[in-house]
């Protein structure tokens, strides 16, 4: 946030002593580069290759993989993995754009699927299509969101990271103090709103759910199951014009009604960390959200129930949202090296590793039957109906414009979430901006 | 850069007799004390040298760069375009930029009149010998010393429509819950309310710094005449504090056109844009929409309004001054 002030400001006292630091480094690197490009990254000397590993994950996430990168560096001695750099996965996006404009990048990334398209319009986006398809696991026995969420056009641009869908958790002592009976797989989103209706009591201050009202990006994917079930889609084919324009508003009628019955609680903070806390203090029905919330609700001990999310159709859909590691270009030796490590932490016996300590769905079909994972399904209550739910899940279409889609839509949203529009109104304004913005030639 | 200063050097090895100039040889001296000249300059030059790099290295640099970036559309990630002035005419028809805009200046022009009346107010009332005044001065200025993500932070819990105490204490007060940050309608005031419980105490301490240099011999003259408290205020402490005032007047002026920090861990310029700032607005642009250039030009706009400011109340102050001076010659 402060390099944006800083066109206009003095720098601090630490960015001239950080700034200084650097101008010495160019110095230092300018000089080395005349006789020995590339020589950093260690191969040129024969010892081993350092790569840069962003993996933006904090606690247990944080944890997981520093444990597994350990495990990778004992038995690849020519490979050395600094995992110190970057942020958290949060502002990810915002520093790989600065160090790719800088030229001084990582050489894997922890970028959200969502992200993907406009950071892989970089040429120094490493393109991993043979790496992936000749691995020793089949492309094909990976989930197809996780899948699709790297794959731009014929080409795929990233690993899968990280696998998730959303389905409901209810709180089943607020199910029974309410007299509702738990919701059963199948059921319609008249259903859902009744049920968050009946659970909803003003006095003891229990909301029957919730929905995260900042308009970013948590706001608006939980929308586009809701949309694709009614037949729409993000965007339009052809790609000049939102994909929702007719089914957006029954959409966003659900929404509404669980306005106009106060049923909702809206977390006016950005994150959506107050959400949660709602539901994990015992004050909310239901809860639309991923397995990674899965820890967290064990661990306040709550009785709960997870269910797929309800539909119009009957038919089952729900959204998964990948995330990707993201190989970048810094010469051959480190992007072999980065390939390595990847390939290495893709496979079943690492990946199932990963996905019982950072809570991720398993990557591919393959690590789901391992018996590591069975074991945790049978540990953890509900957490094979996330894995269920990846049959029928979509995944955002990896189109530069989605950033423009993804505010419009959030704004509409907060519209109705507030009570300040109807949905036609919010749509309506929702279709102009985003129309607009996907007309601009990308 | 001005002119470098004199070196305490020894001018020449060879011991000089001040008494005798003609011992020297006069065809010598110019080309002696010229190349000593430029030997002195050269070791100045090698000791400011590391200041000059980092100057023009972290600010000459990015300013000129992000001129030359506003007339080009860049994603930061790709090769950019040169599009000349496009950038600069798209923010004019941004219906975005211009809300940015208005509610920038919305927030500038409660914030700051508010902020130095009050800090004005409160530096009177704590320049009296009362008891306890240096506590209170202190916990005026606490405020201030916070940072603006924990201020944000802090106050996010304190106005949660839901669960905030404050809500809590208008129920006890019968009166009906309010939106808060959360409300369109209330989210920039209440910005303006956080910034002004933290900046007020910056204006007290200024304030009372130089409300010990109003001259006691001109209070006690003016007594001695018969003013009042009203016209010692109007006629003898208020003028002295005129250079002051603008002073502040400019600092909070270009702190509330640049505030950031607290939009983005309170609202993140929601709801429904009614708290985007300009400089939200720019990293909105540079960072989510990927669009650079475009967030390039309105830093740029911003950077144009700022000097305005700048050389206007210049200009104002160094008009007193002139008058002042008149006045006393």
């Known amino acids: ?442 | 850069m001005s002119r470098l200063p004199t070196p305490i050097t020894v001018a020449d090895r060879a011991p000089e007799r001040p008494g005798k100039p003609s011992a020297r040889r006069p065809e010598h001296r110019p080309r002696r004390g010229l190349t000593l000249r430029r030997h002195e300059a050269v070791t100045a030059w090698a000791f400011v040298s590391p200041a000059v790099l980092i100057i023009i290295g972290l600010s000459v640099v990015p300013v000129v760069w992000s001129l030359l970036l506003s007339f080009q559309a860049d994603d930061l990630v790709t090769p950019s375009v040169w599009v000349g002035l496009d950038n600069y005419r798209a923010l004019a028809e941004d219906p975005g930029f211009g809300q940015a805009v208005r509610n920038t200046l919305l927030y500038t022009a409660l914030y700051v009149p508010l902020s130095v009346g009050l800090g004005l107010a409160l530096a009177l009332v704590l320049n009296r010998r009362i008891r306890l005044v240096g506590l209170y001065r202190t916990l005026f200025f606490v405020p201030f010393i916070i940072s603006a993500t924990v201020q944000g932070t802090l106050f996010s819990f304190i106005l949660d429509p839901e669960f905030g105490a404050a809500n809590s204490v208008l129920h006890a007060l019968g009166i009906s819950p309010q939106g808060f940050l959360s409300d369109p309608a209330q989210a920039l005031f209440v910005l303006v309310g956080i910034t002004l419980w933290s900046g007020t105490g910056f204006c007290v301490v200024v304030y009372l710094a130089a409300l010990q240099d109003v001259p006691p011999s001109l209070i006690e003259a003016a007594r001695l005449d018969g003013a009042g408290r009203w016209h010692l205020l109007r006629h003898i402490t208020l003028p002295t504090l005129a250079p002051i005032s603008v002073f502040l007047v400019l600092w909070q002026t270009i702190s509330a056109l640049q505030v950031f920090d607290l939009v983005y861990v309170t609202t993140k310029g929601g709801p429904l844009g009614a708290t985007t700032v300009i400089v939200y607005f720019i990293w909105e642009q540079a960072f989510k929409n990927f669009a650079a250039g475009y967030g390039a030009a309105a830093a740029y706009v911003l950077a144009l309004a700022l000097l305005v400011v700048g050389v206007g109340l210049r200009a104002v102050r160094s008009r007193e001054r002139r008058r002042l001076e008149g006045a006393t010659s």
């Open chain 1, 1 to 442: 946030m402060g390099a944006v002030r800083h066109i206009t400001s003095s720098p601090s006292r630490r960015d001239v002593l950080r700034g200084g630091a650097l101008a010495l480094a160019a110095m230092a690197g300018a000089s080395v580069s005349g006789c020995a490009s590339g020589a950093d990254d260690g191969a040129a000397a024969g010892g081993p290759v350092t790569i840069e590993l962003w993996h933006g994950q904090t606690d247990v996430g944080r944890e997981a993989i520093e444990r597994l990168v350990a495990d990778f560096e004992r038995a690849h001695p020519d490979i050395k993995i600094d995992t110190g750099g970057g942020v958290l996965a949060d502002a990810m996006l915002q520093k790989v754009t600065a160090a790719l404009a800088a030229g001084s990048y990582p050489d894997i990334a922890y970028i959200f699927g969502s992200d993907l398209a406009n950071v892989a319009r970089s040429p120094q986006v490493v393109d991993l299509t043979d790496m992936m398809s000749s691995g020793p696991t089949p492309w094909t026995d990976y989930w197809a969101p996780a899948r699709a969420a790297v794959t731009l056009g014929d080409k795929i641009k990233a690993a899968p990271a990280l696998l998730d869908s959303l389905a409901v958790v209810c709180n089943k002592k607020v199910f029974s103090a309410a007299g509702v009976d738990l919701p059963k797989e199948g059921w319609t989103w008249q259903e859902f709103t009744e049920t968050a209706k009946r659970l909803t009591d003003k006095g003891s201050g229990t909301f029957g759910t919730g929905w995260p009202g900042t308009g970013d990006e948590d706001t608006v994917w939980r929308m586009w199951p809701l949309i694709w079930d009614l037949g729409g889609d993000v965007i339009a084919p052809g790609g000049r014009e939102i994909g929702f324009a007719t089914t957006g508003e029954r959409a966003l009628e659900v929404v509404r009604t669980l306005v106009g019955d106060a049923s909702v609680y809206v977390d006016p903070k950005p994150g959506s960390e107050q959400m949660y806390k709602v539901f994990l203090a015992g004050r909310m029905g239901m809860v639309i959200t991923g397995p990674w919330q899965l820890p967290d609700i064990v661990g306040a001990e709550i009785d709960y129930h997870v269910v797929p999310l309800p539909s119009f159709s009957g038919k089952p859909i729900t959204i998964s949202g990948p995330d990707t590691w993201t190989v970048f270009d810094n010469g051959e030796a480190r992007v072999k090296a980065a390939r390595t490590f990847l390939a290495w932490l893709m496979q079943p016996e690492q990946d199932v590793r990963w996905d019982v300590e950072a809570g991720s769905l398993p990557l591919s079909k393959r690590t789901q039957s391992l018996p590591a994972w069975s074991k945790q399904v049978e540990k953890t209550e509900g957490l094979s109906v996330f894995v269920k739910t990846l049959e029928t899940a979509r995944v955002r279409p990896n189109d530069p414009a989605y950033p423009h889609v993804s505010k419009a839509l959030g704004e509409a949203v907060v519209a109705v979430l507030l009570g300040k529009s109807t949905p036609a109104e919010a749509l309506s304004a929702c279709a102009a901006k985003a129309n607009t913005a996907l007309r601009v030639p990308r």
